[in-house]
């Protein structure tokens, strides 16, 4: 089961993993609201489908005011998104995400999955955040590590290391990245899910690291022990992608 970033950043929250101040959007009326909770300087304005590559089709804008901001997620209400994932057909825009924008220094990649291969709980990471991961494990594979999680053990400290050696982090960010790593690890085990992908996870110019996105999907065989992850379940995006 996917859930929308907004969903996920929500419960990222409840982890004590960094994600910026923002508030949703579930219609037209709710939109000024929206934006008057997120204090700006900056706002982004994201459409919430169930697919990524939103900013490619036009699903995410950056703006400076909060005219913008409003101008642009009503406009974003109802349009057909169409991006690398959704197909030709797309996917209409039932609800509007604003947050507040980042002062970026840096984008890396992480993710957390089941690994196939040794069906143990692994971590992925890359330099190359904000980027396709696909297309740099194809091109550059060297960019790209991966770290095994014993389950017996969790997340140790040697796993930690080789992550950070790999993103190549200062101490201070260091000890951010471990405690962000051990938290998003025990919210990947806790909720049952399947696929966690933060990309870009961003430093930003005051060396804070900040989730900037968030993709979560959960074992639907574990369900029935999550009722507060299937009350999070969007109809209309299954039922969209089943007409396709």
């Given at each position: 089961m996917n859930i929308h970033e907004h969903q996920a950043k929500d419960l990222f929250k409840e982890y004590n993993i960094p994600v910026s101040n923002g508030s949703v959007a579930f219609s037209k009326k709710e939109i000024e609201q929206s934006v008057k909770e997120v204090p700006g300087p900056i706002w982004v304005v994201k459409a919430q489908i169930h697919a990524g590559g939103r900013g490619k089709g036009g699903g995410v804008k950056?703006?400076?005011?909060?005219?913008?901001?409003?101008?642009?997620?009503?406009?974003?209400?109802?349009?057909n998104l169409i991006t690398p994932q959704t197909g030709k057909k797309g996917k209409i825009v039932n609800r509007v995400y604003i947050e507040n924008g980042s002062d970026i220094e840096k984008e890396l990649y992480l993710s957390c999955l089941v690994d196939r291969a040794t069906s143990k709980i692994a971590f992925i990471v890359s330099k190359m955040g904000g980027m396709d991961i696909e297309a740099v494990a194809k091109d550059t594979p060297n960019e790209i590590t991966t770290v095994i999680i014993e389950p017996s053990s969790g997340v140790v400290d040697t796993d930690v290391e080789k992550m950070n050696k790999a993103l190549d982090l200062d101490e201070n960010l260091s000890k951010q990245f471990s405690d962000l790593v051990k938290n998003l690890y025990r919210f990947f085990v806790e909720k049952d899910a399947s696929l966690l992908e933060i990309n870009p996870l961003i430093i930003t110019k005051d060396q804070k690291l900040l989730c900037l996105d968030a993709k979560v999907n959960f074992d639907d065989n574990s369900l029935f022990r999550h009722p507060e992850i299937e009350e999070l379940r969007d109809p209309n995006e299954e039922d969209q992608h089943e007409k396709e």
């Open positions: 950056v703006v400076s005011s909060s005219d913008e901001a409003i101008n642009s997620a009503e406009n974003m209400f109802g349009m």
